[in-house]
Nanobody, 122 residues
Framework: QMQLVESGGGLVQAGGSLRLSCAASGGTFSAYHMGWFRQAPGKERVLVASITRSGGSIWHADSVKGRFTISRDNAKNTVTLQMNSLEAGDTAVYYC???????????????WGQGTQVTVSS
């Protein structure tokens, strides 16, 4: 089965930036749509960004649009989330996910990463 491993989380001050990376193995990376979810304590896990197999379609949630950018490199089997202008509300565990089917603004992953903590201080 596919394995997804996130990295790049940490503690950052409000207004700062982080780049999250997700490395995939054990599957055909280019066959999967990819996404990033986040979950804050006591909150639902929500989709924040997604990208189709070849990168032809990209979606970002309104809460992060203009600040976060998802991208992928199929030659390196990686997907990234560039996070700029971070706010306290962005504090959450961020999860990389892979899915065989895609819908705009919705994703039902077949595989999940272990998550990486992002904490934004002010």
């Amino acid at each position: 089965q596919m394995q997804l491993v996130e990295s790049g989380g940490g503690l950052v001050q409000a207004g700062g930036s982080l780049r999250l990376s997700c490395a995939a193995s054990g599957g055909t990376f280019s066959a999967y749509h990819m996404g990033w979810f986040r979950q804050a304590p006591g909150k639902e896990r929500v989709l924040v960004a997604s990208i189709t197999r070849s990168g032809g379609s990209i979606w970002h949630a309104d809460s992060v649009k203009g600040r976060f950018t998802i991208s992928r490199d199929n030659a390196k089997n990686t997907v990234t989330l560039q996070m700029n202008s971070l706010e306290a509300g962005d504090t959450a565990v961020y999860y990389c996910a892979a899915a065989l089917v895609y819908q705009i603004a919705a994703m039902y992953p077949n595989y999940w990463g272990q998550g990486t903590q992002v904490t934004v201080s002010s």
